[in-house]
């Protein structure tokens, strides 16, 4: 009997792919999430290079864990969360990481707020991420260079470390507004040199958050009538221009809102008994009210005239 | 003198790999994992100095390994052991003990003579150890 291990002399990727179940998380991608096109791209690229990285190390070619950190950069409400889920979803199935549960956290998490506080609560969020992604938001709030007793900077070195040390027992995403995750990593370049793949999140076009208030809304068993979606699509277009814009976290906001509305209108109107279709419509008439039609919030408008 | 207690303490000493699949077993069941460590070898030791709290919302044991491995690093001339609690029964109660660190060399236990009333003769043991004070017992 032969007792070495005997390698596998092909592989055949189609079939890896099909029972990693791989297909199933970049289909739910494509079908669950608006837009983000350059994201799915990425993701895509990113799976076909962990297939390929698996079947070589099957074969004994390929050394050592890839790097997996990344980074997720864009504007708030792009979707780097749900992203996240998916990508940890992905790396499990492809066996990069044990469990493939995600935790997320942000400084408060990680910093302590006396000496010696914070090395414990790292340790611990680590600890808990572990087997998993440990996805980081607003990583650049970890880096205070305004306060130089700041015990982010310990957080980040014990990061540093597991992110070396620990490559096989757990994935870290830091994510954050574009601008200010570049300069976190220009002052930490540590980090930089850590992380592998870089994805970008780009805005929505209106008529992707169209989209995206319709399956919202149908998800809560709510539907538009005609007049109430030609409103919501320019409550999109004015929403955009208005300061603290959030992308489909504003829609969602705006949508609860409007279910807010609904429900007045229905209370204060109502005469007789509703049916099912009146109590699930949103109108024109539970948008309109929104104080983006009328310029913005008060105190927004009243910076404005101040400035000006 | 290999110092046997808990389990699998008649097998070569467990590899990282080895606890983290032991760790898991206990963590799939629900038990809370916990590191301790002490330099007193005797078996009614039940006194084990904490290393941390125990882990109980770690969903995959390769925290334990992380654990025990710093333990490792602060205590390594010390005995070093995994339990596993399950708080199910309403209290906690040790499901698993294994020791997974030990001293360089373990001298063993002599045998003390007390002699008592009527030439009667209590026994006990002791660890060589123990005749020197606690941080001093072991390289």
């Known amino acids: 009997m032969n007792a070495e291990i005997q390698l596998p002399a092909t592989v055949d990727l189609a079939r890896s792919y099909a029972e990693s179940g ?20 990425r993701i895509r690229e990113t799976a076909a290079l962990l297939i390929v990285d698996k079947a070589r190390r099957e074969m004994g070619l390929a050394t050592g864990a890839p790097t997996l950190h990344m980074s997720f950069t864009g504007n708030p409400g792009t979707g780097k969360t749900t992203v996240a889920l998916k990508i940890a979803d992905l790396l499990h199935r492809l066996g990069y990481v044990r469990k493939g549960h995600l935790v997320t956290v942000t400084r408060d998490d990680l910093v302590g707020q006396y000496i010696g506080h914070t090395a414990p609560k790292t340790k611990d969020v680590l600890k808990k991420a572990m087997g998993g992604v440990l996805f980081i938001d607003e990583a650049y709030y970890l880096y205070r260079p305004e306060n130089e007793r700041d015990y982010g900077q310990e957080a980040i070195e014990i990061l540093l470390q597991v ?6 027992d757990l994935v870290v995403v830091l994510a954050g507004y574009g601008d200010r995750m570049d300069r976190f990593f220009q002052s930490n370049p540590g980090f930089r040199s850590r992380i592998a793949h ?21 998800d809560q ?5 005609d007049a109430g979606r030609r409103a919501m699509s320019e409550y999109i277009g004015k929403r955009r221009l208005q300061p603290h814009f959030a992308n489909a976290r504003s829609i969602r906001n705006a949508l609860d809102r409007a279910r807010l509305r609904q429900a007045n209108r229905l209370f204060s109107t109502a005469t007789g008994p509703l049916d099912a279709a009146a109590l699930s419509t949103i109108t024109e008439a539970d948008i309109r009210p929104s104080r983006v039609f009328a310029g913005g919030l008060d105190v927004d408008r009243a910076t404005k005239e101040t400035s000006a | 003198m290999k110092l046997r207690q808990g389990q699998f303490s008649f097998l070569p000493d467990l590899t990282d790999d080895d606890i983290r699949v ?5 963590i799939d069941r629900g038990w809370a ?30 925290a334990v390994v992380f654990e025990v491995n710093e333990c490792r690093k602060a205590h390594g001339g010390k005995y070093i052991r995994v339990l596993a609690f399950d708080a199910s029964a309403g209290w906690e109660s040790i499901r698993m003990s294994f020791i997974v660190g030990r001293p360089l060399s373990e001298p063993g236990f002599r045998l003390v003579r007390q002699e008592d009333d009527g030439r009667r003769i209590r026994y006990t ?11 001093a017992r072991y390289a």
């Open chain 1, 22 to 41: 791989v297909a199933d998380v970049l289909r739910e991608l494509d079908e669950q999430l608006i837009g983000l096109a350059p994201v799915k791209q």
């Open chain 1, 163 to 168: 992110m070396e040390n620990n490559r096989d």
């Open chain 1, 198 to 218: 870089h994805i970008e999140f780009p805005d929505y076009t209106d008529p992707e958050l169209g989209r995206i208030c319709e399956i919202m809304l149908s």
């Open chain 1, 221 to 225: 068993n709510y539907v538009f009538d």
């Open chain 2, 22 to 26: 032991q760790a898991q077993y206990a």
């Open chain 2, 33 to 62: 994992v916990s590191v301790e460590y002490t330099d007193d070898p005797h078996p009614r030791n039940s006194y084990w100095e904490m290393w941390g709290h125990p882990m109980f919302d770690t969903p995959d044991a390769a």
């Open chain 2, 125 to 135: 043991i002791e660890s060589y150890a123990m005749r020197e004070p606690e941080g």
